[in-house]
């Protein structure tokens, strides 16, 4: 799958975000070396405070389903006209969640944050650099 193709992948799961506190949907994709792709939306809570983003949804369902590592590449699509359309870039929760399961398969994925007019790409270790995972544990 293309960059292009994973990129629509993510905005199609936008469009399930269960965002109406914040009214900032988002969609993540993750590909998998196996060519799967994982989707997650965000979820937010009357409680605010217990809202999910979508990447971490994401990761829980790649996890869920028994993926253990393979992250390659991750896209992250939020709502147009926020934020001065900048591209969207990880919170730092989502940052230690995907980091998890990279690390678990000793991957260090492209992460392709979405912007109306540019796309920026950075590896997950210069957004988490010298994280803390599973292999500090070992
Ligand atoms: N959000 C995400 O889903 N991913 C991010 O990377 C940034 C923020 C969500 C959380 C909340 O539901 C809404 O966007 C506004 O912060």
Same mark, same amino acid.
């Given at each position: 799958?293309?960059?292009?193709?994973?990129?629509? +992948?993510?905005? &199609? +799961?936008?469009?399930?975000?269960?965002?109406?506190?914040?009214?900032?949907?988002?969609?993540?994709?993750?590909?998998? #070396?196996?060519?799967?792709?994982?989707?997650?939306?965000?979820?937010?809570?009357?409680?605010?405070?217990?809202?999910?983003?979508?990447?971490?949804?994401?990761?829980?369902?790649?996890? #869920?389903?028994?993926?253990?590592?393979?992250?390659?590449?991750?896209?992250?699509?939020?709502?147009?006209?926020?934020?001065?359309?900048?591209?969207?870039?990880?919170?730092?929760?989502?940052?230690?969640? /995907?980091?998890?399961?990279?690390? /678990?398969?000793?991957?260090?994925?492209?992460?392709?944050?979405?912007?109306?007019?540019?796309? /920026?790409?950075?590896?997950?270790?210069?957004?988490?650099?010298?994280?803390?995972?599973?292999?500090?544990? &070992?």
């Amino acid at each position: 799958m293309s960059d292009e193709e994973l990129i629509a +992948a993510a905005r &199609d +799961a936008a469009a399930n975000a269960y965002a109406p506190y914040s009214d900032y949907p988002v969609g993540a994709a993750l590909r998998f #070396a196996d060519g799967a792709i994982v989707t997650g939306t965000n979820i937010e809570n009357a409680s605010y405070g217990l809202s999910l983003c979508a990447e971490t949804l994401a990761v829980s369902k790649a996890l #869920a389903e028994g993926r253990r590592g393979g992250l390659e590449r991750i896209a992250v699509v939020g709502p147009k006209g926020k934020g001065g359309d900048a591209p969207i870039t990880p919170c730092g929760r989502c940052r230690q969640t /995907l980091n998890e399961i990279a690390q /678990l398969g000793g991957t260090d994925p492209l992460v392709l944050c979405v912007g109306a007019n540019e796309v /920026l790409e950075l590896r997950l270790s210069e957004l988490l650099p010298h994280g803390f995972g599973p292999a500090h544990l &070992d």
